[in-house]
């Protein structure tokens, strides 16, 4: 479902690989993400770009995601093959692994540029959310569904949208689940750029290329001071998120 690749030099590419699905991801889908992250970290690559061809990701298959997560907690395994008492116990190491192939609470020093195509959905767009640089094809649409769902984006939206987008532009995307153009989400401030369709690889890439070149110490080291520079009101955040979001699930 997911394939790394090294599409041009110290530049990966990650792609979610399951069109039949519009990229849907299931429990194993995540696990394969976040094991991607985990090799593009120990890579030495330079900049990587994550895509998902026609369409960026429908976001979690609910399909079979419920029941998945549910088999996990009973047989209290994570992605690691092994059980999890000191993290929290086996539900939170499956949300663990949701939440590294989500980019959340995960420390990545490697600039991460999204190519946006299609739909980009749910856990498509959280995903999207916790890159660096976004660059999206003209008929692409974003949605935070969760709340027609009877829950929350838990994935680091409800902790990041509001300082990506403002409060009121995030606001409307969670709360009424609608969906949102390219050019809306470019205005809004979550998309750098709007190119034609079927363009946003090519310039993603582009643009990873150019990353790649610069000097590794001084590109790692913007990220970092720019992380450093809201990481603890962030994780305020995302343990009121995942508060809520256990409340809500639980009520």
Partial sequence: MIVVSEPRPRVRLVTLDRPAR??????????????????????????????????????????????????????????????????????AAVWADVHHALLRDVVLEVPVVAAIEGICFGAG??????????????????????????FIASGGSVARLPRQIGYPAAMQVMLTGERFGAERMRAWGFVGEVVPDGAALG??????????????????????????????????????????SDEVLGG
Avoid: C, Q
């Fill in 125 to 150: 767009m959280e995903l999207a959310g916790a890159t660096d640089i976004r660059i999206a094809g003209e008929s692409a649409l974003f949605s935070l569904p969760e709340v027609r769902h009877g």
């Fill in 203 to 244: 310039r993603a890439l582009d643009l990873a290329e150019l990353i790649a070149g610069h000097p590794a110490a001084a590109v790692r080291g913007i990220k970092r001071a720019v992380g450093e520079g809201v990481r603890g009101t962030l994780a305020d955040a995302y343990a009121v998120e995942s508060r809520v």
């Fill in 22 to 91: 519009r990229n849907a991801l299931d429990l194993a889908g995540f696990r394969d993400l976040a094991a991607a992250w985990r090799e593009v970290a120990a890579s030495g690559a330079g900049a990587v770009v994550v895509t998902g061809g026609s369409d960026f990701s429908s976001g979690a298959d609910l399909a079979t995601f419920s029941a998945d997560v549910a088999a996990a907690i009973r047989g209290g395994r994570s992605s690691a093959g092994a059980s999890a008492p000191d993290a929290g116990g086996p539900a």
